[in-house]
């Protein structure tokens, strides 16, 4: 936890931008009906039988110093995925950066052993040299601020019924030109010095405080 908030207490660098990652996935459904359409005082209504699709997977990728996010949707969850974004993070999004220091959970795809499973040792090692990774702690992901971002995504844009990729997509295109133009950074206020007074059941009891 400590090493994570340490983090977020670094001055902005350009050439060293903090990225928090996560992803999540969204059903996919269809409506056997046609929704009723918005009328004064009353909202869209769906009738509640649908058509399951499938699911897709969101990836978030958010600088909270800069209010930067990428995101990415895609029909699989798996390692491969995860390196194919994080190369985009490196070669494209961040290519003027020496180095990208990368806060995110422990899912197992998260490593750069996934790096080495779908690229040639040496793309694999290029990538890795470009990542200062940081893991949150175990029931800590709170402390990923991309895994806030995508939880306001998906109140924001994703809690409707959407039956493709393409959809999703779609309305995750539509948020992000509506969060650049708000400049929606990311003001974090939980410090190590909170996290000692406020968590302080979470840290060893020493002999001389018993």
Not at 4 to 19: C, E, G, W
Not at 84 to 113: G, Q
Request: aromatic share 8%; glycine share 4%; hydrophobic share 35%.
């Amino acid at each position: 936890m400590e090493d994570v908030l340490s983090v977020y207490q670094r001055a902005y660098d350009p050439k060293r931008p903090q990225i928090g990652l996560d992803e999540g996935s969204k059903q996919l459904a269809s409506s056997l009906r046609e929704a009723l359409p918005m009328q004064p005082g009353q909202t869209v209504r769906e009738d509640y039988e649908y058509e399951r699709e499938g699911f897709c997977s969101v990836f978030l990728a958010c600088e909270p110093l800069t209010g930067n996010v990428v995101i990415d949707v895609r029909p699989r969850r798996t390692k491969q995925d995860w390196a194919e974004f994080v190369r985009d993070l490196v070669d494209i999004h961040y290519a003027h950066a020496d180095k990208i220091v990368l806060v995110m959970d422990n899912l197992n795809t998260h490593s750069p052993a996934s790096l080495y499973k779908a690229f040639a040792p040496e793309e694999a090692w290029r990538l890795a040299q470009k990542l200062e990774i940081h893991y949150t702690p175990v029931h800590g992901s709170w402390l990923n601020m991309a895994e806030i971002e995508l939880s306001v995504l998906g109140r924001q844009a994703l809690s409707e019924r959407l039956a493709s990729v393409q959809e999703v997509q779609e309305r995750v295109e539509q948020w992000q030109q509506t969060r650049i133009h708000n400049q929606g950074k990311i003001e974090w206020q939980f410090t190590t010095e909170d996290a000692r007074i406020k968590l302080k059941h979470l840290y060893p009891l020493l002999s001389n405080e018993a």
